[in-house]
C-alpha cells in the first residue's frame, strides 16, 4: 500500500483532540452571539437619503436609551439596529428623532421576535438536531446489516458528525467573536447542510470498506479499511473542493444575506473531509480491535496497525 492511513491513526486523533479541545475553549470563553430567532429582540434596518457618520448615528441611538443596541453599517449605507423587543410606538419614536436629526429616514427592514417565540425556536432546533443524529445512526446500520456489528458503523458516524458539528461552532465562535457575527435560523440551515455533506462523505468510504469486505481482500480488517480510504480519497477531495469554489462564489456574488450559512459550509466542509478520512474509518478499526491505545500519539501497541 502507498499510504498508511489507517496505521497512522493516532496522529488523526491527536488532531482531531486539539480542535475538539480548542472549539471547547473557544465555546466557553467567547461563546456563540444569539441573533433575534434564539434570544428575542428585535432588527431593525434603516436607510437615509443623505450620509450618515456612524458614530454620530450610535450616539443619536444611545440618547434614545438603546446604548446597548448591536449597531452594524453595510456596505450600502444603511444601519442595522439590533435591540430588545420594541413596540410599534418605541419604533415610530425611533424613527421621529432620527428624522429630525439626520433627515429623511427610510425602514429597510424590520422584524422582532418574542421570549417565547425564541425559546421555541431554540427547543425546535435541538429536536431537529437530535433527530437528523438518531435518524443517520438507525439509517447506517440498517444499510450496513449485513456487516458484521452493523450498529458500529452508524455509531462512528454519528460520533463524527458531532465532531464536525462541534470543531464548527468552535471556529464560528471564534470569528464571532473578532467580526460580531450572529447565529440565526439560516446558521442553524447551514449547520443541518454540514451535517448532510458529511453524512454523505463518510457513507461513500464506509460503502467501499463493506464492498472490499465483502470481496475479501484482505483478511486484516484495518487493511481493507486502509485500502478503501485510498480507493475513495481523490472522490473525496475532488468532490469537496468543487463544493468549496461553488460555496465561495455563492458568499462572494449574494452578500451577506447567506454569509452564515456561507461560512458554516465552508467550515463544515473542510473539517468533515479531514473527518471523514481519517477520523470516522480509523475509528472503526479501532472500535474493531479494541485498539484504543491508538487514540494516544507514540503510545506502544501490541494490535499492530
Known sequence: ?????????????????????????????????????????????????????????????????????IIQQTAGGDFLIRTRELTDTEKDTIFTSLEERFGTVAEASFSSVSPQAASETLRNTIIAVLIASIGILLYITWAFRRMPKPFRYGTCAVIALIHDALVTLGIYAVLGYFFNWEINLIFITGILA???????????????????????????????????????????????????????????????????????????????????????????????????????????????A
Open 194 to 304: 454540514l451535517i448532510g455533506y458529511s453524512v454523505n462523505n463518510i457513507v461513500v468510504i464506509f460503502d467501499r470498506i463493506r464492498e472490499n469486505t465483502l470481496k475479501g481482500i484482505s483478511k486484516d480488517f484495518w487493511q481493507t479499511v486502509n485500502h478503501s480510504v485510498i480507493e475513495t480519497l481523490t472522490r473525496s477531495m475532488n468532490t469537496s473542493i468543487t463544493t468549496l469554489i461553488a460555496v465561495l462564489s455563492i458568499m462572494l456574488f449574494v452578500g451577506s444575506t447567506i454569509q452564515n450559512f456561507a461560512v458554516v459550509l465552508i467550515i463544515g466542509i473542510i473539517v468533515g473531509t479531514f473527518d471523514s478520512i481519517f477520523v470516522a474509518p480509523a475509528l472503526l478499526v479501532t472500535w474493531d480491535r479494541g485498539d484504543f491505545s491508538k487514540l494516544i500519539p507514540g503510545k506502544k501497541s501490541n494490535a499492530g
Open 1 to 69: 500500500m502507498k499510504f498508511d492511513i489507517i496505521g497512522k491513526r493516532q496522529w488523526a486523533f491527536l488532531a482531531s483532540g486539539l480542535l475538539i479541545l480548542i472549539s471547547i475553549i473557544a465555546l466557553v470563553t467567547a461563546g456563540l452571539k444569539p441573533g433575534i430567532e434564539f434570544s428575542s429582540g428585535s432588527m431593525l434596518t434603516v436607510s437615509f437619503e443623505e450620509e450618515v457618520n456612524y458614530d454620530d448615528f450610535k450616539g443619536a441611538i444611545s440618547e434614545l436609551g438603546y446604548g446597548d443596541a
